[in-house]
Structure formats: structure tokens, C-alpha cells
């Protein structure tokens, strides 16, 4: 079993910055790929960032592009979403998530992870 634990949500005035951490324990962090998900109220829960095993490899969602970092820290068993330029779209519930192994194709899809945080709150104001 995995535990995820989001931290760093917050408000936030428009164009400001947040970093989010995901903290990793109950099995071998670098054996994992890890995702962030929003869910805003009303809406879906939708994608926004991945990253592969070693950091390498990273994939945005178009509306986050430019904006936002996704990184990790195996060492300290702990992934990041660095979020500047916020917007007040971005306002949102934000999620991480991790699994042993999500095809490329499926990185996007939340169904293929299997392990997820309790979420942390990004509030952008106006």
C-alpha cells in the first residue's frame, strides 16, 4: 500500500504562486510514476501534470502549460507542483496520485491510478 499526503494549498490573490508537496510512504517511492489532479466544484476531476520514475519525463495539461512544474525528490520520497501565474480558474480541490506503472497513452486517465492523497485546496482570488 502507498500513502499520499498533499500539503501547500492555499489562498491565493491571481498571478501569485503556490508549491503543493505530495509526501510518499508504505513502499519504494522511485518505483512509482505520480499525478496531479484537479477537481473544482461541479466539475469532473480533471488532469493536470505527470511525471515519470526518474523525474525525466514530464506531461501537461494544455491550461496549465507554461504555468506550472511538476517535479520529485525521490530521496525525500516526495513529489511537487510549483503553480505560478495562478489564475482564478485554477481555484480548485488538487490531488496527487501514483501508481507502479500507467502507459503514456493513460497517463491523463485518474482511473489508472491507484493511490491517491485526501487533497489540499487552491483558492485564487481575483
Known amino acids: 500500500q502507498v500513502q499520499l499526503v498533499e500539503s501547500g494549498g492555499g489562498l491565493v490573490q491571481a498571478g501569485g504562486s503556490l508549491r503543493l508537496s505530495c509526501a510518499a510512504s508504505?513502499?519504494?517511492?522511485?518505483?512509482?510514476?505520480m499525478g496531479w489532479f484537479r477537481q473544482a466544484p461541479g466539475k469532473e476531476r480533471e488532469f493536470v501534470a505527470f511525471?515519470?520514475?526518474?523525474?525525466?519525463?514530464?506531461y501537461y495539461a494544455d491550461s496549465v502549460k507554461g504555468r506550472f512544474t511538476i517535479s520529485r525528490d525521490n530521496a525525500k520520497n516526495t513529489g511537487y507542483l510549483q503553480m505560478n501565474s495562478l489564475k482564478p480558474e485554477d481555484t480548485a480541490v488538487y490531488y496527487c496520485?501514483?501508481?507502479?506503472?500507467?502507459?503514456?497513452?493513460?497517463?491523463?486517465?485518474?482511473?489508472?491510478?491507484?493511490?491517491w492523497g485526501q487533497g489540499t485546496q487552491v483558492t485564487v482570488s481575483h
Open positions: 496520485a501514483a501508481d507502479s506503472n500507467i502507459p503514456p497513452i493513460r497517463r491523463q486517465d485518474a482511473k489508472k491510478y491507484n493511490y
Open positions: 511525471v515519470n520514475w526518474s523525474g525525466g519525463t514530464t
Open positions: 508504505g513502499r519504494t517511492f522511485s518505483s512509482l510514476v
